[in-house]
């Protein structure tokens, strides 16, 4: 059964810091990963999806890569700013069997930007 | 565009009660899925659809869980008997193929 782990669970910076957001999981066997914003009442916004085939993918100030072999991924954010505040979660597609579609989330990292 | 719609956004049941939420996907996405997130945690899979199939309901923690996509657009996910553990956030997603999967504001299920 596959497992996500972020750490950390919470982090709090001032306003301008370089960050780096941790998730891994324990099967290798991916089709994509994605990561996720998550805003109080609202929805998830998805910030990057990497496909297993890759490497990396950027947007903006938001850089993830993905270590598929050794179950790892990282979001860096550059130049935080006190809007980055939010939780942010790492899920991953299991490739194979019946589990098409299905994302095994983390349980989060909570983001705060201090100005 | 529309996004990915669910209703109704709040509902507070009494114990025992039936209940069905709702999720209208983003038109023409084929896959329709269901979590449900407890406080502080991250998002747990129940179920999802390609078209009206439902193709994985390994998720639905008991029989008193199901759901149904009968023209493959809007979907509905019923609770019989609530128990206060149903207590949670209930999220909809869809997605066009095997990819970016985009998520609605979810519902807020709270029995009493």
């Known amino acids: 059964k596959q497992e996500v782990t972020q750490i950390p669970a919470a982090l709090s910076v001032p306003e301008g810091e370089n960050l780096v957001l941790n998730c891994s999981f324990t099967d290798s066997a991916i089709y994509n990963l994605q990561w996720f914003r998550q805003d109080p009442g609202k929805g998830l916004t998805s910030l990057l999806l990497i496909q297993s085939s890759q490497r990396e993918q950027t947007s903006g100030r938001l850089n993830a890569s993905l270590d598929k072999s050794s179950g790892r991924s990282t979001l860096y954010i550059a130049a935080s700013q006190p809007g980055d505040s939010a939780t942010y979660l790492c899920a991953v597609w299991d490739a194979g069997g019946t589990s098409y579609g299905k994302l095994t989330f983390g349980q989060g990292t909570i983001l705060t930007v201090h100005p | 565009g529309a996004g990915v719609s669910q209703s109704p956004r709040y509902k507070v049941t009494k114990r025992g009660q039936d209940v069905a939420l709702r999720c209208d996907p983003i038109?023409?996405?084929?896959?329709l899925y269901w979590y449900r997130q407890a406080l502080g945690q991250g998002p747990e899979f129940l179920t999802y659809f390609n078209y009206e199939a439902q193709q994985d309901k390994s998720g639905l923690p008991n029989d008193r869980f199901s759901a149904e996509r009968p023209e493959g657009s809007i979907s509905t996910l019923t609770i019989q008997r609530t128990e206060q553990r149903d207590s949670a956030m209930y999220r909809c997603?869809?997605?066009?193929?095997?990819?970016?999967?985009?998520f609605g504001p979810g519902t807020r299920l709270t029995v009493t």
């Open positions: 997603a869809s997605s066009p193929t095997w990819n970016e999967q985009y």
């Open positions: 038109s023409g996405h084929v896959s």
